[in-house]
């Protein structure tokens, strides 16, 4: 049977996630919080290959472009399931332990747990995306978090 959507792979999503926000969400705060040198042009009657691009002002795109990715993670968040939010702000931004982020939520066990923890993880790429397309935010910045699984199809 030939499904009409395609399967989301819940380990991989996760594993997708959570490398965006342990190794490319510090690079794309620390893109947007760096404004560079920006100063204004100086004239001089100096003879001069000619210049294309003017470079404080793609500077500044840039700046902006990281800035709106910024806020898209956030806004991402803030539209997740409160335990949701809980986990990935506490697992992801604070940093706590698995212990102390299931002491936060309530949960003991470690299988209840990292099957929420997972599903916090596919829940926010699901938030994302949608969040990306409202800020403007190129794929190139923040790319589409969901990895699905293979479609075998079965002819009979």
Not at 118 to 140: H, I, T
Request: with cysteine.
């Amino acid at each position: 049977m030939v499904q009409l959507f395609p399967q989301l792979d819940k380990d991989r999503t996760f594993f997708k996630v959570q490398d965006f926000l342990y190794n490319a969400y510090p690079e794309i705060k620390r893109r947007a919080g760096s404004w560079g040198d920006y100063s204004s042009p100086t004239v001089d009657d100096m003879p001069k290959a000619p210049s294309y691009g003017n470079s404080s002002e793609r500077r500044m795109i840039e700046h902006a472009l990281y800035g709106s990715a910024v806020y898209a993670v956030h806004y991402a968040i803030k539209h997740c399931s409160a335990t949701s939010q809980i986990i990935i702000k506490c697992r992801y931004f604070e940093e706590l332990s698995n212990s102390k982020v299931k002491a936060r939520i309530g949960y003991s066990g470690n299988d209840a747990y990292y099957s929420r923890l997972k599903s916090a993880c596919a829940e926010f790429a699901d938030c994302l995306e949608p969040a990306c397309n409202y800020y403007g935010v190129p794929e190139e910045i923040i790319p589409d978090l969901h990895v699905y699984q293979k479609q075998e199809t079965i002819r009979k």
